[in-house]
Antibody, heavy 119, light 109 residues
Framework: QVQLVQSGAEVKKPGASVKVSCKAS????????INWVRQATGQGLEWVGW????????GYAQKFQGRVTMTRNTFISTAYMELSSLRSEDTAVYYC????????????WGQGTLVTVSS | SYVLTQPPSVSEAPGKTARITCGGN??????VHWYQQKAGQAPVLVIY???DRPSGIPGRFSGSKSGNTATLTISRVEAGDEAAYYC????????????FGGGTKLTVL
C-alpha cells in the first residue's frame, strides 16, 4: 500500500531553516507529484507547493516564493521541503501528499511534521 | 486569487443527513475534491472529481455540484463522522494553484 513517512518534529529559532523529508513507498515514486500542505494549530489547510519527482519541476505558492525549496532523491524515493528565514507564523504541521498537480486529488498523505519556530 | 467559501460549522444528529457546502466563482468548471480530517490526524480523501468515492469510503458520503456551489452530503450521520471537512480545487489562474476552502467542522449532536 502507498505510504508517505515524514521526518520527526523540529524546533527552530526565528531566522533559521528547516528541512522536512517525505519517504514514499508502495508505488513508483517518479510517477506522481508530491505536494506540500501546511496547517497552523486550529487553522485550515494551506497549499505550499508541488514537485514532480521525475523531472524535478517545481511550483510554489507566491506567498512562499524565495523562502521554500523542494527537492528529491529518486534513489531513496524521498522528497524534501526546506523553508528558510523562519518566523513564528511558520509554526505549523507540514504534510506531504501524493497527487498530480492541476489534475488529480491528493489521494495519500504523510502523517505530518510539526515545525515549531520559537526563540 | 481564487477563493472557496465554506461554513465554519455544521451540526447534525445521528441518523440524519449533513450537508456541507463549498462556494466558488465558476466552480462548475473545476473538479472539486473533499477531505475529512479528524482531530490530530492527517486529511483523508473522501470524494474526488465532484462525486467519485475512493475505495474504503462508505456509500453514505456523496458529492454534487450546482451553479457556484459544491456540496458534500453525509447520510445517516454517525458519531465517527465528526471531523473537519475541506473542499479543494486546482486553479491555474491562482498564484496558489492548490486552493482549499476554510474548512467546516461537523459536530454530531
Amino acid at each position: 500500500q502507498v505510504q508517505l513517512v515524514q521526518s520527526g518534529a523540529e524546533v527552530k529559532k526565528p531566522g533559521a531553516s528547516v528541512k522536512v523529508s517525505c519517504k514514499a513507498s508502495g508505488y513508483t515514486f517518479t510517477s506522481h507529484d508530491i505536494n506540500w500542505v501546511r496547517q497552523a494549530t486550529g487553522q485550515g489547510l494551506e497549499w505550499v507547493g508541488w514537485m514532480n519527482p521525475n523531472s524535478g519541476d517545481i511550483g510554489y505558492a507566491q506567498k512562499f516564493q524565495g523562502r521554500v525549496t523542494m527537492t528529491r532523491n529518486t534513489f531513496i524515493s524521498t522528497a524534501y521541503m526546506e523553508l528558510s528565514s523562519l518566523r513564528s507564523e511558520d509554526t505549523a504541521v507540514y504534510y506531504c501528499a501524493r497527487g498530480t498537480t492541476m489534475v488529480t486529488p491528493l489521494d495519500d498523505w504523510g502523517q505530518g511534521t510539526l515545525v515549531t519556530v520559537s526563540s | 486569487s481564487y477563493v472557496l467559501t465554506q461554513p465554519p460549522s455544521v451540526s447534525e444528529a445521528p441518523g440524519k443527513t449533513a450537508r456541507i457546502t463549498c462556494g466558488g466563482n465558476n466552480i462548475g468548471s473545476k473538479s472539486v475534491h473533499w477531505y475529512q480530517q479528524k482531530a490530530g490526524q492527517a486529511p483523508v480523501l473522501v470524494i474526488y472529481y465532484d462525486s467519485d468515492r475512493p475505495s474504503g469510503i462508505p456509500g453514505r458520503f456523496s458529492g454534487s455540484k450546482s451553479g457556484n456551489t459544491a456540496t458534500l452530503t453525509i447520510s445517516r450521520v454517525e458519531a465517527g463522522d465528526e471531523a473537519a471537512y475541506y473542499c479543494q480545487v486546482w486553479d491555474s489562474s491562482s498564484d496558489r494553484r492548490g486552493v482549499f476552502g476554510g474548512g467546516t467542522k461537523l459536530t454530531v449532536l
